[in-house]
């Protein structure tokens, strides 16, 4: 407490000189940047070609002096101020420099010392002040260099309203036409922003223009803290470039921007208006700002890597610091409070629809084909409703899939038993290694606790999901490319039972549509983190009927034994073979975390004999995670390729290594899995597969090998695969090749595609396989008009077989808050959504009553990171789609989109997107006010001072403390953004308490509903000495 006193308790035990200079006194202000001369105009008209100007942090300093002798204000300067008779209002005008205020008429106030700075032996003031003090509205253009005056009262000089009168009005550079997000809908990249590793927005909505990747300025400032603001009407931006004396301004309609009062023009192509953002070029903004801003299409990723550091990279050390010592509590409250919200007995649902016809003409004749497929989900008998159709003219019976599930989190469902998820119907069973495959179609009931964000088992992972018509999806592993699915008759796609590494595990799926769309899904897991708390107790039960009419059942328990052990117990049942008998199988598994290393036991035991014992051991060396197991049979147990049938496997050996490094300017990726199984006679098999990958100047290449001993027999394989967006094309190249027993090419794969403006896309590919001699020629051209997409391909072989086809899509869903169905050309079915309206809280209730304002061009941040792309429209609501469904989303308002910077938003909201649901919330912003004064020291002689480093509270109606501050060197202090309501301002107690304080510790206020600068709110000190 002494060291937190000492610098106060200096202020007020010396002398007014003496205070200027003591320890712990305000910091020596900042030296104001001169700024290019600014040209006046009085509305709207030239009146003054310069005006020196200067800029102080964010405030712009206006020659006071100067503007009275051009506007005939009636004030002169005089040593340490100025004074005066305001001439449009007749108000005596004194301004004193030396104690920080202002006296207009009988009113006094108080001004912060750095906005107003005596230069060259003029005035400087900000244009903050000399609007409230001055009937003027002054606006400063710093894009165009400009300063506007529109006089709230008519100014006295009659020569001033002539010249105007004989002046035509200056052209003005025309203000760039802003272009609509939904125009642009075909070409939008979600996109995650990385800094040092952590994630700083998933959700940052960019655009492909050509080559180059169109982000989001205001945004991206917002995301970096750098004060930078844009003003979308009249395309431009200004703020500052991490240090007072690099000003930033740009002006789009003028291709100018200029940096630390250097001017450059830039090409008019890489900056454009879209709603009310300015968006411009990654690479143009790498030379702007002091950052590189590295994109990666393949995982639609920014990387900011910061030439000078930023203050941001300072709080996210003190964040993962304070993460630290956090690990062994509990998770920190949400953010926002949660609105709760249940599926209800019916809605209106969330529709994707395709229509496709595709013809063929061939040497066997020719076909026409026709397909229709209906993805629909919603609020059904209090359950998450979801119901596939394909119907396709040449097969009789229509692809069905009809599922009702619930997922909660928070373990909510089915009382004591603490389910989140059930569903019911269309499920998808989970394998077991080595006693069951993942089966996808059939009917029946699943149930589970298991957290779902965590993995499907302790040691492997699958990844389901819907996949419309003509989409493709490709996985890759800790940035490595594994696996590949085009969509199937199903509509889903599935990557089943990947194995986990020891220490992170990054899976990304990235998707493609048939009309050019990206989307990119994330997940993670950190496996030598996972062990179960002690007592913590997960499940799964599920039953189905398969697609042969076969049972399939499975029941596992996984508890944590204590904090390094966890056990598992389990029950199996499936069928032998298509229609075969049932086999039951009961396993018994431990997990043991060992310093660096995760060791597993697991007995599996089939009923009428035979078991199947398992040793496993993962660890890290390094950047290598390592992963074996050994695996033997006994007895007579059959399940999959250990099976007592002839050739069955007794005994497997595996090995797995996967790691990445990063050399200097190149990333490596390496993988290899190596298997040997020996059989009850015969030679052992083996099986060794090894992939490299890397990224090279933007070019992604990866090589697989995979090498094979069947008994006498070796064969060694690969697959090449290259990938490059260069100059806006895509190009993607796949080679198939053999190395023993022979060295020859098997196939060949190319394909490119070229996204055109307006929303087209076209695309063209070549395919040649050696062994059946096919060759294959396509290409095709597609377009999203927004409202719909449409899709034209074609292709011919040199089997003389030509094929054309033509696919629709349209997606549609329903806004319960007006009633409004709204047409989009990407899927949304799988999605959740939200109708959010924001309006201003006249009596602070939380609810929009009657007569209260809507805002309109609100925007609204998911997650404290990005900003979704939707703004709200006159009727201030937007509908926010595509929300991840099953986890917990926070929103809330962008402060930086309101129009009123004195509006202040009431919080955020959490909320659990559904599928096929829309949750609608509303989101109150209040008026708030700035709340001005000065703590003087009064003296035993009467003679009072300010003093700095008082520190202030502002205390609610209900003794909460809402705001706190502390005053500058001259005793001036401000509060922003302060809310309606009763207040106390007062000094901290403990301060005063320490220090013998006396007189006006307190005051009242009262802040009006309407939005306020009250000012004159002076607290008056005394030294219980002073007395």
Known sequence: MKHALAPLLALLLVGGEAAAVAPGAAPAQETPVQLRALSVKLEGKPLRPRLDAFQSNYQVLLPLGELSALLDLGLTLRPGGAGGTLAQTGQAFSLELGESTVRIGSREQSFEPRLVRQIDGELYVS????????????????????????PRMPLRHAAVAAVLARQPAAPQAAAPVPRTAESLEANLLVMQVMLDGEVLSDSLAAYQEGNQVMVPLGEMARLLTLPIQVQALDGSATGLLLHPDKPFALNIGQSLVSIAGHEQQFDPRLATVVGDEVYVSAQLLSRWLPVELKTDMASLSIQVLPRERLPLQDRLERERLAALLRQNTANAAPQYPLQNSRPGLISWPMIDQSVGTDARRGPSGRQLRDVSTTYLTADLLGMEGSAYVQKASDVAKPELRLTLARNDPDAGLLGPAQARSVAIGSIVLPGVRNLMASSARGEGVQISNRPLDQPTTFDAHSLRGNLPPGWDVTLYYNDALVAYQASRPDGQYAFDDLPLSFGPNEFRLVFHGPLGQLRVERQSFLLDQSNLKPGQLFYSVAHQVDEHGDLRSLAQLDVGLSSQFSGT???????????????????????????????????????????????????????????????????????????????GVRQQQSLSLNGNWRLPGLPVSFAMDALRNAFDSGPANYVVSVRGSTALRGTALSNSLRWQRLGDISTLDGVLQVSRRMAGVGLNGQLLYGLKPEARVQGVALSADYLLGGGYQINAGALHTLDSGLSVLSAGVSRNFGNFGLAMSGSYSNQHELAVGMQLFIALDRDPRTGSWNLDGQPLAAMGAVSARAFVDKNGNGVRDPGEELIPNAGFILNGGGRHQRLTDEDGTAMLSRLQPGRYTDIGLDPTTLEDPQWKPVGGVRVLPRPGRVEVVEFPVVPTSEIEGTVFLVESGGHRRGIGDARLELVDAKGRVVASTSSSGDGYYLFHHVEPGIHTLRVVPEQAQALGLSGSLTRAIEVPRDSDFISGQDLELRLASAR
């Open 127 to 150: 244009t903050q002040l000399l609007a409230r003090w001055l009937p003027l509205d002054l606006g400063v253009d710093l894009p165009r260099w400009q300063l506007n005056i529109a």
């Open 569 to 647: 117990v389990g029950y199996v049942s499936r069928p032998s073979g298509i229609n075969g008998p049932q086999r039951q199988y009961a396993l018994l598994g431990v997990l043991a975390y060992v310093k660096s290393m995760i060791l597993s036991a697991r007995l599996s035991e089939m009923q009428g004999g035979g078991r199947l014992s398992e040793l496993g051991l993962k660890t890290r060396v390094g950047g290598l995670a390592i992963d074996l197991r050994e695996t033997q049979r006994q007895g007579m147990f059959d399940a999959e390729e250990f099976s007592t049938l002839a050739g």
